[in-house]
């Protein structure tokens, strides 16, 4: 096998919540003495300083950026299942602004930390549309596992869009997007909230035509 097809399920706590994201391996000839090459499916948005619209995977793994030690393909130990588990952990992340090459430099400035909330907040944006692309055009092969995936987790993707909208921070729901820190209230801008509540009507409709379940959060926005 020299062809691999992979999807990551963004992790709560995280702007990349329940979003699906889909990577194409080739493996070469001289595999596994060099490391697979890398496709992302990325729909035309840059939703991680580490993965392009055109595809790209910048990931030191790969040999696709610097790095240093166990950073980099080792023939005698690395393998896909350490690719995919560095593309859920380093670069799908909680602070993916971050990622940016020099800026790990503004952690903890007030800089920084205000440019990674707005980061997040387009992020989150992206990971919505996202979906909704997913949903219309699921890859090929994987097309249940997109109905299912959306199907079970459409009222928890809703829910948590309402929770964005009234303030509450990127990345702070726990999975049954309930609130898991009462003090993020009002972290969010007021654009966000806007761009968020336009999107909503159609995140809703995309999930009510893949069948998932939405009936309790209308009702719970109608009363």
């Known amino acids: 096998m020299d062809l691999l097809r992979a999807v990551i399920v963004g992790a709560y706590g995280t702007p990349y919540q329940d979003g699906l994201f889909f990577f194409d391996f080739h493996l070469p000839p001289e595999y596994p003495d060099v490391p697979p090459s890398a496709y992302y499916h990325s729909g035309g948005w840059r939703l991680n300083p ?4 055109e595809g790209k995977v910048c990931l030191s793994l790969l040999n696709t950026w610097t790095g240093r030690g166990n950073e980099v393909w080792d023939s005698s ?6 690719v995919l588990v560095s593309l859920q952990g380093l670069v799908l992340n909680a602070r993916p602004y971050f990622n940016e090459a020099g800026y790990d430099k503004q952690v903890g400035t007030a800089e ?5 909330l707005a980061y997040n907040e387009n992020t989150f944006l992206l990971n919505c549309k996202s979906m909704m692309h997913l949903m ?3 890859p090929k092969d994987f097309e249940e596992l997109v109905k299912d995936h959306f199907r079970r987790r459409g009222y928890y993707i809703l829910k948590a869009c309402d929770a964005y909208m009234k303030g509450y921070l990127i990345g702070s729901l726990t999975k049954d997007a309930s609130i898991s820190d009462a003090k993020n209230a009002d972290s969010n801008s007021v654009g966000f909230k806007l761009m968020l509540g ?4 159609k995140l809703l409709s995309a999930l009510n035509d893949v069948g998932a379940d939405c009936q309790e959060f209308k009702h719970q926005q109608s009363s």
């Open 50 to 53: 580490n993965l392009y619209e």
């Open 77 to 82: 130990s690395s393998s896909i299942l350490q």
């Open 112 to 116: 920084g930390e205000k440019n990674s």
């Open 136 to 138: 219309r055009k699921p």
């Open 198 to 201: 336009k999107i909503v009507p």
